[in-house]
């Protein structure tokens, strides 16, 4: 294999939402290199649906502190207060600067951004259920996406497609550079950088029912935690309520937002019990926790009960054609079944990480609990936890988090790199990263050891012991599970030895980020004696401020972790029961 | 139910030219063509290579030519195709290996459309103001995920890759119709080329492989109109 090495002021791993306005911000006063493993337009931003959230007062009044108690209360109190207030507000203009960069919003009659309800936003509040989601059809994440690339080309960003980071250089407490592999080659080459972006995305392959991408591997948090960077909050995973049975794609929570109706297997309306006064348009976590407990006590449908339904009936081919286009057509495509005539089939689905990279509201990546910043690396987006979402992420604010939080990471990028020097990196910095991979190409064909194999057991396991309800017995379970795993891992096989294209290769060494993802998971969720947002533990059922009101910090010790704990930024909200 | 594969596989570091390889599958009905494929690679054979990310149609990764029709193997049931099951790389771009295609001169005529908002006006502190029906006029062609199933399918493009292709030409007429947009001229003008619209014979089998179902014909009829209106 090639070495080549490359010279950048920047460099920013990923192409999503944050990736790509990151590089908005930062191209064009330094030489900056986007690197992602996937063409640009083919990354998980285009698969959000719904809206992203921001208090625009378009269709009602609103006003963004309501936006930023909605989701603080939805984040279970664990968010830090300072950060989303930055959320919130900037939510405006980062939404109107998107319109002026020519997204293609949903219009209202006098010509406004349209906007919609979402579960978890209201105003004044908790009054009332809120039109605060801005959107585009049920395809909003799909036009971020082509608005930002399209943006980024206008400006003649230079991209690195199919290019995979696999390697950080730090020397001293300072970046040096990031390694890559380029698919379509197998050679190495060394980006030689002093400011480095992680935007990978998150990491929903760790279990089976997943509306995530098959690329979405964790990356970038993997590569760090294994250079002793912790990982935040790794606990709170999200499962979306409606994922299409077995399947788990997305079916977005606009469809409630728009007058979908969750109804078990008597057709009972059950959120009803749950959350009286949102019902259907409760935060996710609740949701969840209500369909599986429903599905629990033998209410689901279907033969063998485990899932319930979401009714879109009653709304009229007029509203679903126009404003749900493409969730009733993955229905269609998937479940042969016609939406504006049945109910769908939905269960809930792994579908994202509110844990991450740790940063400051600037992006700045911190590698501890004492916010001591790692000079010149960043992170934002999903890959990153800065934090804003707290235990529970309300939907449609992920498509913010992207925008707002990535925009900051490129300016932080500027400012370091404008105040420090370039510095060099040695030819050598590749070795360790050669030998990785000559290993594994050399080592020969078991079946025992193939990355699918390990990779199913790993998904299936996770799936059955760490989801939305867990124990203690559950997660020791899962503990010894993921030892044997890792074990089988260290001798894991691939059959393809070739140079070009060598995708095996590249899910071999994704399988090892997966297994981190998986044992910080479950060692932090392990250590939290309590339930909130997400992180449900049905022998500690209830929220416990007093002990808990504090993030968590996994760093990786061999295939475990070691916890350390920082306290939650309060700010203008006093945590309180968390009722809808 | 077992289902018969054929796949073209093509190793550039063994092969002098594609060969088919056969393969035998236990799937459910339900399952995606893309199932099928990892079946093969998690499981049987780990150097078949093809891209995919989303898995739900929306990434445009994995178009491929199956039973002779491009699609995305994502988006198509085992229940839907006879079996056997023909599996061959989109048509009329260097093969890279296996499924997989040099997919840099689609992104490359692409970029030559001016895919982005041009508009000069001071944008103000709010957003512009866009009609419901305005908007509309782009509904369909906004829904691109540039997987290229379009072009590929299209026989000119196959005879001449000069031909800019449906997907360039849908990305244009998404800003030419974009109401907020100022360089329609521009891009009308480069469509105007030898190698841009009027190469369309209207064979529509653009539309019939748009994963989306997007009206690509319509749409290259829109802009070769627009390009005499312009005139």
């Known amino acids: 294999m090639k070495i080549i090495k490359h010279s950048f002021d920047g460099v920013i791993v990923g192409a999503g939402g944050a990736g790509l306005r990151a590089a908005i911000e930062a191209a064009p006063h330094m030489k900056l290199a986007v690197i ?26 609103d006003n963004w502190n309501w936006h930023a108690f909605d989701t603080v209360k939805g984040s279970d109190y664990l968010a830090d207060q300072p950060a989303v207030d930055i959320l919130c507000k900037e939510a405006i203009d980062a939404v109107i600067e998107l319109e002026h960069w020519g997204l293609p919003f949903s219009r209202l009659e006098n010509g406004k951004i349209a906007q919609r309800r979402f579960g978890g936003h209201t105003v004044k509040e908790g009054a009332d259920p809120a039109f605060r989601a801005c959107y585009a059809a ?95 909050d790794m606990e709170f995973y999200q499962f979306h309520p409606t994922g ?5 794609i997305l079916l977005s929570e606009a469809a409630r937002g728009e007058g979908g109706i969750l109804r078990n297997k008597d057709g009972e309306r059950f959120m009803e019990r749950y959350a009286p006064s949102i019902k259907d348009l409760a935060p996710r976590d609740m949701v969840s926790r209500a369909i599986a407990t429903e599905i629990s006590e033998g209410n689901g449908a279907g033969p063998q009960n485990d899932y319930v339904y979401l009714d879109l009936t009653h709304l009229g081919a007029e509203t679903i054609n126009k404003k749900l286009p493409d969730i009733t057509d993955f229905v269609r495509t998937y479940v042969k079944i016609e939406p504006i005539n049945e109910p769908i089939p939905v269960q809930p689905t792994a579908h994202y990480a509110m844990g991450g990279i740790p940063t400051d509201v600037n992006g700045r990546v911190l590698s501890d609990e004492k916010n001591t910043v790692l000079p010149g690396v960043y992170a934002a987006g999903e890959a990153a936890c800065v934090s804003v979402h707290g235990a529970n992420r309300l939907g449609t604010n992920s498509l913010l988090d992207i925008v707002v939080f990535g925009k900051r990471a490129g300016q932080s990028m500027l400012d370091y790199v404008s105040k420090t020097k370039a510095s060099s990196i040695s030819d050598s910095s590749s070795d360790d990263l050669v030998n990785k991979i000559n290993n594994l190409i050399e080592k020969e064909h078991t079946d025992e050891f193939s990355v699918g194999r390990i990779r199913n057991d790993l998904q299936e396991s996770m799936e059955e012991n760490s989801k939305i309800f867990r124990t203690e017995e559950t997660l ?5 599970i993921l030892e044997s795993l890792r074990e089988r891992f260290e001798n894991v096989t691939i059959f393809d030895k070739g140079k070009v294209f060598n995708t095996e290769l590249m899910e071999a060494i994704e399988l090892d980020y997966l297994l981190d993802m998986s044992e910080s998971t479950v060692v932090s969720a392990l250590a939290r004696k309590e339930s909130r947002g997400a992180h449900s533990r049905q022998d500690f059922p209830e929220r416990n401020d007093t002990d808990w009101m504090k993030h968590s910090f996994a760093f990786k010790n061999g295939n475990s972790a070691t916890l350390r704990y920082k306290d939650v930024e309060l700010g203008k909200y006093k945590p309180m029961e968390r009722k809808y | 139910m077992d289902i018969d594969l054929k796949i073209l596989r093509y190793d550039p570091e063994r092969d002098h030219k594609g060969h088919w390889e056969y393969y035998k599958v236990e799937a459910d009905p339900e399952e995606r063509i893309l199932d099928l494929l990892h079946k093969i690679k998690w499981f049987e054979d780990g150097t078949l290579s093809f891209r995919r990310s989303c898995a739900h149609g929306v990434c445009g990764s994995d178009a491929m030519v199956i039973n002779g029709e491009n699609m995305l193997a994502c988006q198509v049931l085992v229940k839907e195709v006879r079996n056997p099951i023909n599996i061959e790389p989109i048509r009329g771009l260097p093969v890279v290996k296996d499924l997989i295609v040099d997919m840099d001169p689609f ?44 072009t590929t399918s299209c026989p000119v493009f196959w005879t001449a890759d000069s031909y800019i292709g449906p997907a360039a030409i849908v990305n244009a007429h998404r800003f030419i119709y974009d109401s907020r947009d100022q360089e329609s001229k521009q891009r009308l003008e480069i469509l105007k080329d030898v190698n841009g619209a009027f190469r369309c014979r209207t064979a529509f089998n653009c539309t019939s492989a748009c994963p989306r179902g997007i009206q690509v014909t319509k749409a290259i009829e829109d802009v070769k109109r627009e390009t005499l209106l312009n005139n």
């Open chain 1, 36 to 61: 992602t493993k996937l063409y640009p337009t083919r990354s998980h931003t285009g698969a959000a649906q719904g809206g992203m959230s921001a208090a625009l007062a378009n269709v009602e009044e």
């Open chain 1, 138 to 232: 049920d395809r909003t994440g799909h036009m971020i996406l082509q608005t930002l690339y399209q943006k980024c080309v206008s400006m003649g960003v230079e991209f690195f497609d199919e290019f995979q980071v696999l390697d950080i250089k730090i020397e001293d407490g300072v970046c040096k550079g990031v390694i890559a592999f380029e698919l379509a080659t197998g050679d190495i080459h060394i980006f030689e950088t002093r400011a480095v972006t992680f935007a990978t995305g998150g990491f929903g392959k760790i279990f089976k029912v997943s509306s995530n991408a098959h690329s979405l591997t964790g990356d970038g948090p993997g590569i760090l935690y294994q250079k002793g960077i912790p990982l935040e």
């Open chain 1, 244 to 248: 299409i049975y077995r399947l788990g």
């Open chain 1, 476 to 480: 020791n379970k899962q503990t010894k």
């Open chain 2, 107 to 150: 992104f490359d005529s692409y970029k030559k459309v001016m895919p982005y908002l041009v508009n000069e006006n001071e944008t103000g502190e709010r957003e512009r103001l866009q009609s419901p029906e305005e908007r509309d006029r782009i509904e369909d062609t906004t829904k691109c995920i540039l997987c290229a199933a379009c």
